[in-house]
Each structure stands twice: as structure tokens, then as C-alpha cells.
């Protein structure tokens, strides 16, 4: 039988048995008809190296694992339903490994952005009350410390006093880990307080308060906030958020010497392969220091 019949007869059973959309079957007809041009055998006949052999090209003609993984997944179904209906005896597409999916790394935010930001906060809050000093505390906390958004704003205003240098924080799972407190985020973070006991909010036992149902500040009010500071402080606000300055504040980290085992403690990850996607800064910087250190760099 042709590859073209037997691509006919697995649209048919998708359309009937399965009632896949138009756009879907078009989809696995391009990637079964690439996969029938671009191998020497028949369909009916080919085997798992054809196929081993076909993604080897794939990646070689420089398609995207996501894609590789997508065309793999369609030769699995179509192999599968002629092992159904007695066409074969085996499915050759089973046993073969998917391509792992790219892992994109995190945009970060340069040093000298970072610095425009709190820049611009420092001089709103000098000139502001307490909306200001708030997002100067806010900005300056997250990237001294890497805190999660969520971790940050649920933090009970005991948590911060004028001679604190850790904080204790409840990250996911409830698990709980101490911080650093730098100088600046903690001098802050008490002007951000010295405003709010003259407030509505004195009596709140949160941190950042506010009116909302949960008794502090959202994550998403935050993030409104964040691209406000960005505008003023002439950064992208597409490259800001609060999880940005977190993968700014890691990936500083590294670049200035910091221990890849600590970073994975002051960000709270449980495993340090959740770490290990900020070492590409680790990889830059090696590559500088022999490029400009290395005797025959010149």
C-alpha cells in the first residue's frame, strides 16, 4: 500500500473515531508526508532507526525540539494505528525518547537598569508619602533579597525592626528560610513603616497593607506599580516585573562571585537543578576572563 493511502486512512480514523478539526489533520498529513520524503523507506516498512534518522535531520535542519517532539509525537499515532488495524506488527516509534524542550533562559535586567530603578524610586519616595516609600521598599526588598512577590507582601510587619539582618520567610510548601537584609532595603523598609503607623493602616499586622479583602498589597498591584516606576525611570516596562528583579537579583549574584549552593538558599528552590538555570551568567563570565586574562588572549 502507498504511503499516501496510508496517510489517507489515519486522517480518516482522527476525523471519525477521534473528530480532530480540519486545521489538526492538515498538521499530521504535513509531518507524516515530510516524514514519507525525507526517509528511504515505505512507511509500512520503516523501522526505529528510519525514524532515529529522520529527527537527527530535523534537528540538523535546525527545527526547534518543541517541533521535533510535536513530528515524533504524530508518527508514534500513526504507527500505533497500523498496529491497531493489523497493517504491522509493531509500533517502531514507540521506544524513542522525545528531545527534551528547549529551557528558555530568564530575561534579566541589566546592572545599570536595576539602578535606574532604584534610583528613581529613592528620589519619588524622598519627594512622596506613602504610596512612594512603599514601592521604594518594595523595589529596593525584592532585589536585596530575591523574595517571591507572594513571599514579600504577605510578610507580617514584625518581621522587619531598625537592627534586623535576616529575615524568616514561609516560601512554597511552607517552608521556611532565612534571608539576608541589606542596609539599603532595610533603611527602606522602615521609612516605608514610620508612614504607615500615622496612617489608616497602623493597626494592620501586614508589612505592605491595604484595603483589599486579603489585608496587603496583590502581587498583580505590585506589578502595575513596577511598570509605573519603569516609565519614570526610562527602563522597558515590558522588562520589568517582580519576578524579573528576582532573576536579577540570582543572576548578579553569580556574576559577582556568589556560590551557585547559596543563591539556590536565598532564592528558597528545593532542588538546585531549578538553580542551575542562572549558570549561563557563570558560563559568560568564564569565557570573559579567558578571553581578557588568558596570556594568549591577545
Known amino acids: 500500500m502507498s504511503d499516501a493511502s496510508l496517510i489517507d486512512q489515519f486522517l480518516e480514523m482522527l476525523a471519525a473515531e477521534k473528530g480532530r478539526a480540519k486545521n ?36 540538523r535542519r535546525g527545527l ?15 504507527y500505533l494505528f ?22 528558555k533562559l530568564p530575561k534579566v535586567l541589566s546592572e545599570s537598569d536595576v539602578d ?9 519616595a524622598d519627594a512622596g508619602g506613602l504610596g512612594e516609600k512603599r514601592l521604594h521598599a518594595l523595589v529596593e526588598t525584592l532585589y536585596a533579597t530575591g523574595l517571591r512577590v507572594s513571599e514579600l507582601v504577605t510578610l507580617p510587619k514584625r518581621a522587619v525592626g531598625p537592627d534586623t539582618t535576616m529575615i524568616m520567610v514561609r516560601g512554597k510548601g511552607g517552608r521556611e528560610r532565612m534571608v539576608p537584609l541589606g542596609d539599603k532595603a532595610r533603611h527602606a523598609l522602615m521609612a ?38 519603569a516609565v519614570a525611570a ?17 543572576t548578579h549574584l553569580l556574576a559577582h562571585g556568589a556560590d551557585l549552593r547559596a543563591v539556590q538558599q536565598m532564592l528558597g528552590h528545593a532542588d538546585i537543578s531549578t538553580t542551575q538555570i542562572y549558570t549561563h ?10 578571553l581578557t586574562k588568558h596570556p594568549m588572549s591577545d
Do not use: C, W
Open 192 to 229: 516605608h513603616m514610620e508612614v504607615v503607623r500615622t496612617s489608616p493602616y497602623k493597626d494592620s499586622p501586614y508589612l505592605f497593607p491595604s484595603r483589599g479583602k486579603e489585608g496587603y498589597l496583590t502581587r498583580r498591584r505590585v506589578g502595575q506599580l513596577m511598570k509605573d516606576l
Open 24 to 59: 489538526s489533520l492538515m498538521a499530521y498529513r504535513r509531518d507524516l508526508e515530510d516524514f514519507s520524503e525525507h526517509t528511504t523507506s515505505k512507511l509500512a516498512s520503516a523501522g526505529a532507526q528510519d525514524i532515529r534518522d529522520y529527527l537527527s535531520g530535523l534537528h
Open 234 to 250: 526610562g527602563v522597558m516596562p515590558s522588562a520589568v516585573s517582580p519576578h524579573k528583579l528576582r532573576h536579577a537579583f540570582a
Open 281 to 290: 551568567v557563570l558560563e559568560e563570565r568564564l569565557k570573559s576572563l579567558v
Open 64 to 78: 526547534k525540539s518543541g517541533t521535533v517532539a510535536r513530528r515524533l509525537s504524530a508518527l508514534r499515532q500513526f
Open 82 to 103: 497500523l498496529y491497531s488495524d493489523g497493517l504491522r506488527t509493531d509500533n517502531p516509534a514507540k521506544n524513542i525518547e522525545s528531545p527534551r524542550p528547549e529551557q
Open 116 to 124: 535606574r530603578l532604584l534610583d528613581t524610586a529613592e528620589a519619588q
